[in-house]
């Protein structure tokens, strides 16, 4: 480490003192009214979804409340996105830290990932990679993002090479959102282990701080569970760590890192932000998004392995009419005449949700709303609009993944020096 590289530590470390603050690990347990939310099932028994604030009070995050939003404009002089302004990220660990930092000057990194279990990722996938651009440009950070095609393997009737191949694919839609090349480094677990010693060995380190009846208890691993899938949770928490990276960070370990994801990731960090002060690193802050729902309804989250839930990347615009045509559900009147009557419930339309997304003019969205709420606006017209939107998104999105050749994959995820100024 260099001189000037050391001192940055020392600052630095006073600074990220309130990080390494005890933090509360919660096991994966179902909510009294019915909520399920843990990394592998997303399931609620009310028509609304997910009860987002007791959620927050269960996992022990904080609200993304209007403060956090001032801030943000504050410290970067530019007006936050609209899936903060909704509420749609809606929760954070320390995030109000990270600004902090930044404020100072201080490096941080971003950190998100994606599983890849299908060729076709779908629109819930494509929320955080949006989101996390946003925070890229605006903060103007190193971003790495881990493709867990180890995990696949481990939970999906899946080959290896089948998951590796799968990770490429869903890496093409990702440099698709548009991420800075300079400033991004892209990986999947079953090259960049095998590659990076500083990788493998943080990843050790971490192992050695969690025992099987912590991970059985944050996780709910049953005694039948291989144990790969008992030491994965290591593999996702070391990409928190700046160590990881010395190709990157030049060894230094004193970089933290934001998280954006969905909440139902919040376990595996839950656990890392427990073991980060025992190893010396700094503890990951997280941003949390809601989940987008399923066409059937609001209970569950949009799903890869049913194509009638979900609105895949790769649908032709005949496809997304048909899909939300017959299966999004709607919140109005069962005839146009008790529509007119009593109006649409926007808290369990389908369309109206996905309108809340990928809608950005806010003046439109409120307009709709009340139209809808009133009755005035049918839930023809309103799937009409939605489906308008969402064949824009996705044919705008089908063009620009065309250009992306297998070489700038490669080069994405080459380790690589990436160009930042701290």
């Known amino acids: 480490m260099t001189e000037n590289e050391t001192q940055s530590s020392t600052e630095l470390a006073g600074e990220m003192e309130k990080l390494n603050a005890t933090d509360c690990t919660t096991s994966i347990e179902e909510d009294k009214d019915g909520d399920i939310v843990d990394p592998w099932k997303v399931e609620s028994k009310s028509a609304k979804g997910v009860d987002y604030d007791k959620l927050i009070k269960r996992f022990g995050s904080s609200r993304i409340d209007q403060q956090i939003l001032d801030k943000i404009e504050k410290v970067t002089g530019k007006p936050v996105?609209?899936?903060?302004?909704?509420?749609?990220?809606?929760?954070h660990r320390d995030l109000n830290i990270i600004l902090d930092l930044y404020e100072k000057k201080k490096p941080f990194f971003l950190y998100t990932g994606r599983g890849p279990s299908s060729d076709a990722m779908h629109l819930g996938h494509l929320i955080p990679f949006i989101f996390t651009k946003w925070l890229q440009d605006t903060f103007d950070v190193p971003l790495i993002i881990q493709l867990t095609d180890d995990e696949k393997f481990l939970w999906k009737d899946l080959s290896l090479e089948e998951c590796h191949r799968l990770a490429i694919e869903n890496a093409k839609d990702i440099i698709a959102c548009g991420f800075d090349k300079e400033k991004t480094f892209i990986f999947a677990d079953t090259d960049y282990i095998s590659q990076s010693r500083a990788f493998y060995t943080t990843m050790c380190r971490i192992q050695k701080c969690v025992t099987f009846n912590q991970a059985r208890g944050i996780f709910g691993f049953q005694d039948t569970d291989c144990i790969g899938k008992i030491s994965f949770p290591s593999i996702q928490a070391t990409t928190s760590f700046s160590v990881a990276f010395p190709q990157i960070f030049n060894g230094r370990k004193d970089i933290p890192c934001l998280i954006p994801c969905a909440i139902d990731q919040d376990p595996?960090?839950?656990?890392?932000?427990?073991?980060?002060?025992?190893?010396?690193?700094?503890?990951?802050?997280?941003?949390?998004?809601?989940?987008?729902?399923?066409?059937?309804?609001?209970?569950?989250k949009m799903s890869g392995s049913d194509p009638n839930?979900?609105?895949?990347?790769?649908?032709?615009?005949k496809q997304i009419k048909t899909k939300i045509n017959k299966y999004a559900f709607s919140g109005g009147?069962?005839?146009?005449?008790?529509?007119?009557?009593?109006g649409g419930d926007c808290d369990i339309d389908i369309?109206?949700?996905?309108?809340?997304?990928?809608?950005?003019?806010?003046?439109?969205?409120?307009?709709?709303?009340?139209d809808y709420t009133s009755g005035e606006l049918l839930t023809g017209y309103l799937k009409k609009d939605l489906i308008a939107m969402l064949q824009e998104i996705v044919a705008k999105h089908q063009e620009k993944r065309k250009q992306i050749t297998e070489e700038e994959v490669l080069e994405y995820m080459r380790p690589r020096k990436l160009i930042y100024d701290y």
Do not use: N
Not at 333 to 342: D, I, L, N, P, S
């Open 81 to 91: 996105h609209h899936l903060l302004k909704r509420g749609i990220f809606f929760s």
């Open 309 to 317: 839930s979900s609105i895949y990347l790769t649908d032709t615009p």
């Open 333 to 342: 009147g069962a005839t146009v005449e008790e529509h007119r009557e009593k």
């Open 351 to 370: 369309s109206y949700k996905y309108l809340t997304f990928f809608l950005e003019d806010d003046g439109k969205l409120e307009q709709i709303r009340k």
């Open 268 to 300: 595996y960090f839950r656990m890392t932000r427990d073991i980060a002060p025992r190893l010396g690193y700094h503890k990951p802050s997280l941003i949390h998004s809601t989940f987008i729902p399923s066409l059937q309804g609001a209970q569950t």
